[in-house]
DNA sequence: ATTGATAATGATAATCATTATCGTTAACGT
DNA sequence: ACGTTAACGATAATGATTATCATTATCAAT
């Protein structure tokens, strides 16, 4: 069977998504990238977020604006401000309830939504 | 300044919304109206999906997999299959627990994702 | 009822994020 | 080293959404 090989670009997305907190999107992945191997392409960070995803050692976060990347996988929450479209992380206290809002926030939270992921009850039986 | 005139193409809209509990894509959105208005055009359900979402009449679900619609606002949540993708309706008892996953549900979750929106600390101040 | 202003439409071109393709490069077991 | 093939870089293709624009429909004022 196929395995995975080293390799410095899918290396340099993990560690740049390890050092920060701000949730980029894939082109500022690249960016970032691009700084350290300057030859980096576009198409090679996708596919390594996608592949790094999989793996379960990164989180997509999709959000009504774009898709951003967190490489930090322990369970925390999030914030996206309506007006700068920024991401930002919301740790909530064990056990909190969704209808209990964060109080050590200095913006103002109007609203949230919360999906769950797994598989219906008829993929379930297949 | 502006306002809302009366469109039947806008009014189709919202009442096929209100009708469903499948949330569908803006795509099939357009599939049901046309039923009703033939001459419907694909970007008049766009604007019109947009518009009735920011006068807070309907919903956009943003999933991984595509954006979806739901013409029902009261609190509720959701679940997205990863197979299927299928996305339903999650309804919570008030205050319980994100980590306290719903038991009156024949699929599996294996995980949640919860955001929060609102305007940021520095937005806040502008 | 008629008119005038303009919101809304239908058709379609444009945009833009993401994915697919493909020839080349590099990782790594033998 | 060598051969296999995963991974790459470059770029074309895709597909969902948005922008454009000429036409139509709404509706307040006459």
Redesign the pocket.
Known sequence: ??????????DA?LQNLSERYDHP???EVYISVKKV?P?????????????LESEGMILKITTPD??RFDGHTHEHYHFTCNSCKRVLDLELSDGISVNTLPKNFGGTITGHELMFYGLCESCNKI
């Open positions: 069977m196929s395995s995975l090989r080293n390799s410095k670009q899918r997305v999107t894939a082109e191997i030859s980096v392409s576009l198409a090679t960070v996708y596919r390594n977020l996608k592949l774009s898709d």
